[in-house]
């Protein structure tokens, strides 16, 4: 099935650099949601975006909903050790009710 | 708690058996969605209700797949005569209504031998 593509496919830091991954898609979507999933869990919800433009804080984490509609961001600050895991993004197109996923952007903290 | 639960958390079966997984909901969302993820992939949409109505299946759900919602509450995923590649985990969301945010369980991980 179809999956957007995510960027990068992973990233090594240290604890307390900031974070910045992306996710595009050849068509448009209507809302953008971001997803982390720890190992044997399932994906637990970061942020939903329903709005072109929109720029959305939860903590240190924010995202935005590229104004193309085709595209999504999240930035983490000053990363933590709990931030390690893997971030999924997930559209949902208009009159569509099926999340489609990203490929996963794995996050590992060098100590 | 009152998140999406999965029952059992692992499950391990030899080829051609049969297995079934429950997802309950969390409580009044009238959506619930079915998707399998294998490793290193995202989650795959395969099936989702409208309270008990079934009103779409992914192409992923083959006709040894079979869903069920009978009262609108809890769900069951039905795998008959598994076969190694049916190996994955299988995640069940809900959501309040319609294009509302998803809430994903723990999900079930299988294992076929």
């Known amino acids: 099935g179809q999956q957007l593509n995510q960027s990068p496919q992973s990233m090594f830091i240290q604890e307390g650099e900031d974070v910045s991954m992306n996710c595009t898609s050849s068509s448009i979507f209507n809302t953008w949601l971001w997803y982390k999933q720890d190992p044997g869990e399932g994906p637990v919800l970061l942020i939903a975006?329903?709005?072109?433009?929109e720029l959305t804080s939860n903590g240190r984490l924010t995202a935005q909903f590229g104004i193309t509609r085709k595209d999504s961001f999240l930035n983490i600050s000053a990363s933590i050790p709990s931030d390690v895991g893997i971030y999924f993004c997930?559209?949902?197109?208009?009159?569509?009710?099926?999340?489609?996923f990203g490929t996963g952007t794995r996050l590992t903290i060098i100590p | 708690d009152t998140g999406v639960s999965q029952d059992p958390r692992h499950k391990i079966t030899k080829r051609g058996q049969n297995v079934t997984f429950r997802c309950d909901p969390i409580?009044?969302?009238?959506?619930l969605y079915w998707y399998r993820q294998t490793l290193g992939q995202g989650p795959e949409f395969l099936t989702y209700f409208q309270n008990e109505a079934q009103l779409e299946k992914s192409r992923l759900l083959s006709d040894r797949f079979s869903a069920e919602r009978p009262k609108g509450s809890f769900s069951t995923l039905e795998i008959q005569r598994t076969e190694q590649g049916d190996s994955a985990m299988y995640l069940c969301?809900?959501?309040?209504?319609?294009?509302?945010?998803?809430?994903f369980g723990p999900g079930t991980r299988l294992l076929v031998l």
């Open positions: 997930a559209g949902l197109d208009f009159g569509n009710e099926k999340l489609t």
């Open positions: 975006l329903y709005k072109a433009g």
């Open positions: 969301a809900s959501s309040r209504s319609g294009r509302e945010t998803q809430y």
């Open positions: 409580s009044e969302h009238n959506r």
